[in-house]
């Protein structure tokens, strides 16, 4: 959160954040070099991949999300990649009867 947004605040205020299960996976990896990739299959079927570039490309499906930490010179550091509803069909194809 920037800094500068903590005296509209009262001093009560208490900041909560969360992420996503794609975003969860990729930090629990251990993946934390620049091209460091990981996919995560759930619902989704989600790739991330640790970038120094933002890239976002709505008509392939391609996003970015800001990733919590910086580089070491401070610089922003992104995680493009999609998602796809793949995940259920396949959670799905085990456990078809007919």
């Known amino acids: 959160m920037n800094r500068d947004w903590f ?3 009262g001093k009560d205020c208490r900041v909560v954040s969360g992420t996503t299960d794609s975003i969860a996976a990729f930090i629990a990896s ?3 070099r620049l091209g460091d990739a990981c996919s995560s299959f759930g619902s989704t ?3 991330k ?3 120094s570039k933002r890239v976002d490309d709505a008509g392939f499906g391609v996003y970015s999300h800001r990733f919590p930490v910086d580089d070491a010179d401070g610089q922003p550091l992104w995680l493009p990649g999609g998602a796809s509803n793949a995940g259920y069909d396949w959670n799905c194809m085990g456990f078809r009867t007919r």
Do not use: E, I, T, V
Request: proline residues 8%; without cysteine; charged residues 10%.
């Open 30 to 32: 251990g993946a934390n």
């Open 7 to 9: 005296p509209r605040f």
């Open 49 to 51: 991949l640790l970038s």
């Open 45 to 47: 079927l989600a790739l």
